[in-house]
């Protein structure tokens, strides 16, 4: 719910079909809006849901995340940050 809301966008989540190994993987299927809203939880092999645009547009209407932003700011600090190389790297 808070990866829609803040990404301002649907998400949706497949559950594998079936166990694998005797192991029940991934739990429901499920869709939720960019308001945070559940649209389906399930465990049915087919779930139907509707996707609107204008959800999405005005989601992002009302998200304060995407203020204007100085992306010099972001270039500078990223400049600053110190590079190491992991073991594994050489």
């Known amino acids: 719910m808070a990866n829609a809301i803040t990404s301002c966008a649907y998400v949706l989540s497949v559950a594998r079909p079936h ?3 005797g192991v029940p993987l991934g739990g429901p ?3 939720v ?3 945070g ?3 389906a939880e399930t465990t049915e092999p087919i779930a139907l849901v509707t996707l609107h645009r204008t959800v ?3 989601a992002r209407r009302r998200y304060p995340g995407y203020l204007a932003t100085r ?3 972001y270039a ?3 400049k600053q940050v110190k590079t190491t190389k992991l073991p594994h790297e050489g």
């Open 37 to 39: 809203e559940v649209l």
């Open 71 to 73: 992306a010099d700011l």
């Open 19 to 21: 166990a694998e190994s």
């Open 29 to 31: 299927s499920f869709a």
């Open 56 to 58: 999405i547009e005005e």
């Open 33 to 35: 809006a960019p308001t």
């Open 76 to 78: 500078e600090g990223w």
